[in-house]
C-alpha cells in the first residue's frame, strides 16, 4: 500500500487548509484510513480516522469541532479538512492505512503503512 500526502503549507491562524492523501498499490481493502501529526520536539500524535468502507470517524479530542475526515473511495483519496487552525497546529501530517479490520484505532503501530508527511505551519 502506498500513502501519498499533500497540500501542506503555510497559513494564518484562524485559516483553512484541506490536505489529501492518495491510496494505491492495495490488493487489500484498508479497514480504516488515519491522519497523524508530528509537531517539532513532540511525539507523533492521532488526529483522527475514517473507515474506509463504512465512513465512520473518530477524531481527537484535541483537534474535535475544527477538523473534518471524509474519503472518496472512488478516487481513493483520504481528506483531511482543517478549520480555525492554530499555531500549535503546525506539524508534519502523515496519512496511514489501517489494514486490521475492527474499529478505527488510535495507535500508531497498529497502522501498518505511512505516507511521507506534508507540512503544515500556522503562523502570522
Known amino acids: 500500500v502506498q500513502l501519498q500526502a499533500s497540500g501542506g503549507g503555510l497559513v494564518q491562524p484562524g485559516g483553512s487548509l484541506r490536505l489529501s492523501c492518495i491510496v494505491s498499490g492495495y490488493t487489500s481493502t484498508p479497514y480504516a484510513l488515519g491522519w497523524f501529526r508530528q509537531a517539532p520536539g513532540k511525539e507523533r500524535e492521532f488526529v483522527g480516522g475514517?473507515?474506509?468502507?463504512?465512513?465512520?470517524?473518530k477524531y481527537a479530542d484535541s483537534v474535535k469541532g475544527r477538523i473534518t475526515i471524509s474519503r472518496d473511495t472512488a478516487k481513493s483519496t483520504l481528506y483531511l479538512q482543517m478549520d480555525d487552525l492554530k499555531p500549535e497546529d503546525t506539524a508534519v501530517y502523515y496519512c496511514?492505512?489501517?489494514?486490521?479490520?475492527?474499529?478505527?484505532?488510535?495507535?500508531?503501530?497498529?497502522?501498518?503503512?505511512w505516507g511521507q508527511g506534508t507540512l503544515v505551519t500556522v503562523s502570522s
Open positions: 475514517i473507515a474506509w468502507t463504512g465512513g465512520f470517524t
Open positions: 496511514a492505512a489501517q489494514m486490521r479490520w475492527g474499529r478505527v484505532e488510535v495507535k500508531e503501530y497498529l497502522y501498518e503503512h
